[in-house]
């Protein structure tokens, strides 16, 4: 069975400053990690992967994420945040199962 | 190219009616993924079609039930349906049926029972 803790319910932060949300996970198997972001009243949008390799990602809009294998870790950061990243976050693990275990979701706020 | 289309993007109903969800993966996927969202659980998988065949189920009860027609579009059914049911419902598709390749999301349908 597999699992996805996300720590944080809620992270403000302000206007260009840096940001990570946290997700551990648990696994008995190879997992593939995702992260994604959903704005109000949209579906899910894919920022970025980890299948192997290289255990720094990169995704879309600036985000990043490594992956940590003895920690089980697999947060997201940005280096400056804007307005914009205002929305809800969800990491995700997969396997060969066909289907993700989502976390709860952190909600990113920015602050002005 | 065109994304995953979900109609309707909203919908309301009576509990004890039923109600059909309609899905458009992206032209070319074959696999089609549904999901439930609701603030008390979050993100549960309902199930998955590959080829017109189910081929992976959440633990949902049988009330929820799914199809795939030959040109990969998806339909999500829920008869009897109770309040607990409302809930944003989103399709996915992906090329492969893997996972490991990431999901494209539509815009989900939100349902409201009343």
């Known amino acids: 069975a597999q699992s996805v803790t996300q720590l944080d319910s809620q992270v403000p932060v302000f206007e260009e400053a840096p940001v990570e949300l946290r997700c551990n996970y648990s696994?008995?198997?190879?997992?593939?990690l995702f992260w994604y972001v959903q704005y109000p009243n949209q579906g899910l949008q894919l920022l970025l992967k980890?299948?192997?390799?290289?255990?720094l990602v990169k995704g879309i809009n600036g985000f990043e994420a490594e992956f940590n294998k003895s920690q089980t870790s697999f947060h997201l950061r940005k280096p400056s945040v804007h307005i914009s990243d205002t929305a809800e976050y969800f990491c995700?693990?997969?396997?060969?199962?066909?289907?993700?275990?989502f976390g709860s979701g952190t909600q990113l706020t920015v602050l002005p | 190219k065109a994304g995953v289309t979900q109609t309707p993007r909203y919908l309301i109903k009576t509990r004890g009616q039923q109600v059909t969800l309609s899905c458009s993966p992206i032209?070319?996927?074959?696999?089609v993924s549904w999901y439930q969202q609701t603030p008390g659980q979050g993100l549960q998988f309902l199930f998955e079609y590959f080829s017109e065949t189910q081929r992976n189920k959440g633990n949902f009860p049988g009330r929820f039930s799914g199809r795939q027609f030959s040109n990969s579009r998806s339909e999500m059914n829920v008869s009897t349906l109770e309040l607990g049911d409302s809930a944003l419902y989103l399709c996915?598709?992906?090329?492969?049926?893997?996972?490991?390749?990431?999901?494209?999301f539509g815009s989900g349908t939100r349902l409201t029972v009343v």
């Open positions: 996915a598709s992906s090329s492969t049926g893997g996972v490991n390749y990431g999901y494209t």
């Open positions: 995700a693990v997969g396997s060969s199962a066909r289907q993700l275990t």
């Open positions: 032209s070319g996927h074959r696999s």
């Open positions: 696994s008995s198997v190879s997992v593939y």
């Open positions: 980890y299948l192997s390799g290289s255990t």
